[in-house]
């Protein structure tokens, strides 16, 4: 998956364009987004401040490029509760889980786009894209489930997934700033939404 966000026509692949991501991430980990300065992240990538906006548009596009390395983790998760034939309070906590772990690994990522898309409607639509290309198969899943008959009829497929998702993109933006529940107590509130929402069941904190 291309950033739409990169400037250039797509290339197989481009040695330059990598050290800035990886610098641009080492950065991240240690600043905020406002806090980043694109003339340190190109030097330290070795370019010119131009070569960097050959590259990307500003910041927020770098930013935006950045996280399509996160991107493939979240489709494995997406895929495995999708396809997976456990039970469903056992696919709903693996996803969780799953998403959860995703968000550890490239929390500062999260960050620094939830910070950027405040900044560029192309980092915004970016995000958004990112989150409609799950829809699909969740909705498809959701329908496979209603028609073997082990979840109710109810919503049209597709709005539900496409609000279950974003159920989960605000729990990503809690884990990222804060709030007053912590990481177990959000992953249990969200395995009681989807599987109360989808198979009409309460949720066991401790089911797996």
Do not use: C
């Not at 240690?30 to 990307?56: C, K």
């Not at 490239?106 to 639509?125: D, I, K, P, T, Y």
């Not at 159920?167 to 007053?180: A, C, H, I, Q, S």
């Amino acid at each position: 998956m291309r950033s739409r966000t990169d400037r250039r026509t797509p290339q197989r692949s481009d040695a330059r364009r990598d050290t800035i991501l990886d610098e641009l991430e080492i950065s991240l980990q240690h600043t905020d987004f406002e806090g980043i300065n694109i003339a340190e992240v190109a030097e330290r990538a070795g370019v010119s401040r131009s070569a960097f906006y050959f590259y990307f548009e500003n910041k927020a596009a770098a930013v935006a490029a950045l996280m399509e390395r996160m991107i493939d983790d979240t489709f494995f998760v997406t895929d495995v509760f999708t396809l997976a034939e456990q039970t469903p309070q056992a696919r709903v906590h693996i996803m969780l889980d799953g998403l959860f772990d995703t968000w550890e690994r490239h929390r500062h990522m999260f960050r620094a786009m939830l910070e950027a898309r405040g900044h560029s409607l192309a980092v915004r639509e970016f995000w958004d894209e990112a989150r409609l290309s799950f829809v699909d198969s969740v909705a498809a899943m959701i329908r496979a489930e209603r028609a073997r008959g082990a979840a109710p009829d109810g919503v049209d497929a597709t709005v539900l997934a496409t609000v279950l998702l974003e159920v989960n993109d605000r729990l990503l933006e809690r884990l990222t700033f804060g709030g007053p529940l912590d990481r177990d107590q959000l992953l249990d509130g969200a395995a009681a939404v989807w599987l109360g929402t989808l198979y009409g069941i309460a949720a066991q904190p401790d089911a797996k």
